[in-house]
C-alpha cells in the first residue's frame, strides 16, 4: 500500500476543491500568443545561427555539400588534432583520408576522457538562440561521448536549421523518450564574480561546420 | 509530517539577521556587482523578444491550469516515466524523501554520491542526512562547491556563492583541495574545480539531481545547467536519483518551449543556457541503468489549499526577483534564513511551513513590485505579501511593537480631534529622541518599531496649521 502517495493525491484533491472546467476543454483554452513561426529565409536564418555560435565563442566554418571532408581535414588539422571519436554510424563520406576515426563501440569513460575529442552530427539547431540539439542515437552517439572529451566538432546540416524555440522544440517532441541534449555554445560559469569563464565540465572546445 | 525548509524555522527573525549582515561590506559589495550584472544581462535579451509579454502570460496560464489539475498530471507522469523504465517514489515530507534516498543508496552499498545543483535537496537538508548515514555528498555546480568546501550557507537561487569573492575561493580550494599554489584569477579556480571533480564524475557510480521542468505526458525531466555537470550526473553514473517538487510539473512536451525561453533569459540573461539535459526514464546502452524519481510534497499541497497565495507555486526558480529587490540586493541571500531567499523566499519559506515559521519574511520587502515586474510567470508578489502579512496578524503573531503601533494610529485616525491632539502630544514627546527631523531609536516597547526604520519627526507646525495661518495672512 502507498500510503505516501494516496495521501499527496488526496490533499491536491482537497485543495483544488470544484473545478470550474474540465481538464481538456481549459487546456485548449490557455493563451498561446508567442511567436511559434519563422520569419526569416534561409539565407538569414544561417546568418543568424552562425552570429550566435559566434557570440557564445563557438567557431563556425561554412562549406558546400561536396567539401565537406575537406573541411572536417582543415578543421582538425587546424586544432592540431590526428585522431577523434566518432559515434557507430556517423557517415563515411563526412571523413577525410589522413587522420584516425575511432568508432565508439563500448569505449570506456577513461578511453573517451584520453581522447583528442569527438565528431558528431546533429538532429537539429535554433538560430534564435544558437542551440544545437544531439539525439543521442547511433548517428550523434550516446550522452557521454559528447561529454567527456575536451573537443567537439559537430556537422550542422542547412536543412537542419529552424528559427525559434517553437519549432525546435516541436521538432524534438518528435524524437520520443530519445535522450536529447541541448548544446548553446562550450560549457561555460559565471560563478565566480560573474566573471564568464568558458569550459568548465563539457567539453571546452566546440567547433561547429554549416554544410550548405 | 514535519515540513522542513532548510534551517528557516530556527533561523532568526529577518530584521535581526539583516541589521547584523548589512554590516558586512564585502558581502554587499559582491551581492550588488553580482546582482547588477544579471540584471543588465537578463533586461537587454528580453528586451530582444517582442513576444516577452506573451510569453509570460502563457508560462502563467500553463502552470496554474497544471497546479489545478496536479493529481492527474502526477499520475500521468508516474505512468510515463514508469513505462520508460523509472521508478517512482512519493515523499510526504522532508524526512520521508531523505530516507527514501538513503535506502537507495544503501541498496547499493554506495558510500559516496555525485550532486548537481537542486535546491529541493536544500529544503530538505539532504545532504547532513546523507553524512549522518555515512554517505559523502559531492556537490558538482561550481558555486555549491565553493559553498559545500566553505561550509558555508547559499545566498541565492541561481549564483549561490555571489557572496564569495575569487580571493576567498581561493583560499578555500588551496585548504580544501590540498593545492601548495593556486592562481587567484576566475579561469585557474575554474580549472581546480574542473580537475577535482572530473575524478569524481568518472567514479562515483550514484549520482542526485533536481529538475527544473518534468513533462507529464512524455515523463520526461530536463535540467537546465551551464557548467556540464548536470550532464555528467544524469549521464556517468549506473543509478540516478532526482527529486522533483511536485510543482515542477508541465503538462505536455511542447510546453517546454515556453519555459525554454522564459527560464534561461531571466535567470542568468542567457538566450539558451549551455546544456539542457532532457531525459526519459532509462535509455538501453546510454545513461544510468537504474532511475528513480521522488515526487515531494513537504508543505507543497499545504501552499496548493490558499486559493490567494497558491500562485507561489507557478515558481520556476529563476531568480530574477532576487535580483530586482531592492531589500535583497542591500541585505544578501543569508538575512532571509531559507534556503529560498529574497521575493519568492519571503512567500514560499513561511507557506510551506503553514505559517508557523519565518513570519517575519512577509515582512522583508518595501512592496515596490519589481519582482512582479520581472517574473516570468507573474506571480503577484506584492499581493502575496500583504496576504502573508494579513494572516500574520490574524494569527497574533505579528510584533508587539507593531500590533501598539497599530492600535494607537487606529484610535488617533479615527476622528479629526483626535488627531491634532496626537501631532501635538507627539511634538512634545519626541523632543529627546529627535535630531535634524529624523528619530532613530524610541524608548520602551515602542522601541522595535524604530529597530527597522527611522521616523520622520512631527513637524513643528501642521499642514492644516499653516494653511490656517496662510489664509488668515490673505485676509489681513
Not at chain 2, 520508460?84 to 554506495?110: F, K, M, P, T, Y
Not at chain 2, 557510480?205 to 505526458?217: P, T, Y
Not at chain 2, 543509478?239 to 533569459?265: A, C, H, N, S, Y
Amino acid at each position: 500500500m502507498n500510503t505516501a502517495r494516496e495521501q499527496i493525491l488526496k490533499r491536491i484533491r482537497d485543495a483544488s476543491g470544484s473545478l470550474p472546467a474540465s481538464r481538456e476543454s481549459e487546456s485548449e483554452g490557455l493563451v498561446r500568443e508567442y511567436r511559434t513561426i519563422r520569419t526569416l529565409n534561409l539565407d538569414a536564418r544561417l546568418d543568424l545561427l552562425v552570429d550566435r555560435l559566434h557570440d557564445y565563442g563557438a567557431m563556425v566554418y561554412r562549406c558546400a555539400e561536396p567539401g565537406l571532408n575537406q573541411a572536417v581535414a582543415s578543421v582538425i588539422a587546424g586544432r592540431a588534432k590526428s585522431a577523434l571519436l566518432i559515434p557507430p554510424d556517423l557517415p563515411k563520406t563526412w571523413l577525410p583520408e589522413g587522420f584516425r576515426f575511432r568508432s565508439d563501440r563500448e569505449l570506456t569513460y577513461s578511453e573517451m576522457d584520453a581522447s583528442e575529442g569527438v565528431l558528431t552530427g546533429c538532429a537539429l539547431a535554433i538560430a534564435v538562440t544558437g542551440t544545437i540539439v544531439l539525439r543521442h542515437s547511433s548517428g550523434e552517439g550516446r550522452r557521454t561521448l559528447t561529454l567527456i572529451p575536451d573537443y567537439h566538432l559537430c556537422i550542422v546540416r542547412a536543412n537542419q536549421v529552424v528559427e525559434t524555440v517553437p519549432e525546435g522544440i516541436r521538432e524534438m517532441a518528435r524524437f520520443k523518450g530519445v535522450p536529447l541534449t541541448t548544446i548553446s555554445g562550450p560549457s561555460a560559469t559565471s560563478d565566480i564574480e560573474m566573471t564568464r569563464v568558458q569550459g568548465v565540465h563539457g567539453p571546452r572546445i566546440l567547433d561547429v561546420i554549416l554544410v550548405e | 509530517m514535519s515540513v522542513r525548509v532548510g534551517e528557516a524555522a530556527r533561523a532568526p527573525d529577518f530584521p535581526r539577521a539583516a541589521q547584523h549582515l548589512l554590516g558586512n561590506t564585502q558581502l554587499r559589495h559582491n551581492v550588488r556587482q553580482a546582482t547588477n550584472v544579471i540584471r543588465r544581462k537578463r533586461a537587454s535579451v528580453v528586451e530582444e523578444l517582442p513576444d516577452w509579454q506573451a510569453l509570460r502570460e502563457a508560462g502563467r496560464q500553463i502552470k496554474q491550469h497544471t497546479l489545478r489539475h496536479l493529481d492527474f498530471y502526477l499520475e500521468q507522469f508516474e505512468l510515463a516515466c514508469t513505462r520508460a523504465g523509472g521508478h517512482v517514489h512519493w515523499a510526504r515530507d522532508a524526512d520521508e524523501a531523505n530516507q527514501i534516498v538513503i535506502s537507495l543508496i544503501q541498496a547499493r552499498h554506495a558510500a559516496e554520491v555525485i550532486k548537481v545543483k537542486t535546491m529541493t535537496s536544500d529544503e530538505i537538508g539532504l545532504n547532513a542526512a546523507l553524512e549522518a548515514a555515512g554517505i559523502t555528498p559531492y556537490e558538482t555546480d561550481l558555486a555549491d562547491l565553493i559553498v559545500q568546501l566553505g561550509e558555508d550557507r547559499p545566498s541565492h537561487i541561481v549564483v549561490p556563492a555571489l557572496h564569495r569573492n575569487k580571493l576567498e575561493i581561493r583560499q578555500i580550494f588551496m585548504e580544501k583541495m590540498g593545492l601548495s599554489d593556486l592562481g587567484d584569477r576566475p579561469e585557474d579556480l575554474t580549472n581546480a574545480a574542473r580537475r577535482y571533480l572530473r575524478e569524481k564524475f568518472l567514479r562515483v557510480s550514484v549520482a542526485i539531481s533536481g529538475a527544473n521542468l518534468a513533462v507529464a505526458d512524455t515523463g520526461s525531466v530536463c535540467i537546465v545547467e551551464s557548467e556540464g555537470n548536470g550532464r555528467m550526473c544524469v549521464s556517468l553514473p549506473e543509478m540516478l536519483i532526482t527529486l522533483i517538487g511536485i510543482e515542477k510539473m508541465i503538462p505536455t512536451f511542447q510546453d517546454l518551449e515556453v519555459f525554454l525561453q522564459l527560464l534561461p533569459r531571466s535567470a542568468t540573461g542567457e538566450r539558451m543556457n549551455p546544456y539542457n539535459s532532457i531525459w526519459t526514464g532509462v535509455t538501453p546502452d546510454d545513461g544510468p541503468r537504474e532511475f528513480h524519481v521522488i515526487l515531494l510534497d513537504n508543505g507543497r499541497t499545504s501552499v496548493l489549499s490558499q486559493q490567494e497565495s497558491r500562485d507561489t507555486l507557478n515558481c520556476i526558480r529563476c531568480g530574477a526577483c532576487l535580483n530586482a529587490c531592492p531589500v535583497y540586493r542591500q541585505t544578501g541571500g543569508h538575512a532571509y534564513g531559507s534556503v529560498y531567499a529574497g521575493p519568492i523566499g519571503a512567500i514560499l519559506t513561511p507557506q510551506l511551513q503553514s505559517m508557523e515559521h519565518s513570519q517575519s519574511l512577509p515582512y522583508a520587502s518595501s512592496l515596490c513590485g519589481a519582482c512582479y515586474e520581472v517574473c516570468p510567470v507573474k506571480i503577484n508578489i506584492p499581493e502575496i505579501l500583504i496576504d502573508l502579512r494579513g494572516e500574520v496578524v490574524e494569527r497574533g503573531d505579528a510584533p508587539f511593537s507593531e500590533r501598539a503601533v497599530m492600535k494607537a494610529a487606529a484610535f488617533a485616525l479615527e476622528k479629526p480631534g483626535r488627531f491634532s491632539a496626537a501631532q501635538a502630544l507627539a511634538r512634545v514627546a519626541q523632543v529627546p529622541f529627535e535630531r535634524d527631523g529624523v528619530i532613530r531609536h524610541l524608548p520602551g516597547q515602542l522601541g522595535g518599531w524604530t529597530a527597522v526604520r527611522d521616523l520622520t519627526a512631527v513637524p513643528k507646525r501642521s499642514f492644516r496649521q499653516w494653511w490656517r495661518e496662510r489664509t488668515r495672512g490673505n485676509l489681513a
